[in-house]
């Protein structure tokens, strides 16, 4: 239903160009030893996911707004609508945003990413031809 959209990209892990390869080589973000290993070339498509030296240092910002969306978010929640306390916020917050790190840290690299590439769709290519 997604496929053809970035979404499905950023979600699925997959290439952002053919959305047929994976894009980190572990599926799971809670593999410790190797949750940020990338492939370096896409397995279906070809396209380079390593375009140029410090390419993802912009995708530092993107994972920043996930945590900022995620404080903004759980503070609107917690405190605003159910009335809870500020510390006990806090006390929930802090170890979960320690836990969701290499969640963000990988989709925040895919979002950075789809900003830059276009779904291409093989099929489109394949009947032109
Ligand atoms: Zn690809």
């Known amino acids: 239903m997604l496929k053809g959209t970035k979404l499905y990209s950023i979600l699925f892990n997959k290439c ?24 370096k070339r896409c397995s279906h498509c070809d396209e380079d996911f390593e375009r140029e030296p410090g390419f993802y240092f912009g ?21 605003v609508l159910l009335g809870g306390d500020e510390l006990r916020l806090l006390a929930f917050l802090i170890p979960a945003l320690i836990l ?22 093989t099929k489109v290519k394949e009947s032109i031809n």
Not at 16 to 39: L, N
Not at 59 to 79: E, K, P, W
Not at 102 to 110: C, K, M, S, T, V
């Open 59 to 79: 995708a530092m910002y993107t994972s920043y707004g996930l945590y900022v969306a995620t404080i903004v978010t759980s503070f609107v929640g917690f405190v």
């Open 100 to 121: 969701l790190m290499p969640l963000y840290f990988r989709i925040g690299r895919r979002i950075w990413i789809n900003i830059f590439v276009k779904y291409k769709s």
């Open 16 to 39: 952002p160009r053919c959305h047929g390869g994976d894009f980190f080589v572990t599926k799971t973000a809670y593999d410790f030893k190797s949750f940020d290993k990338m492939h």
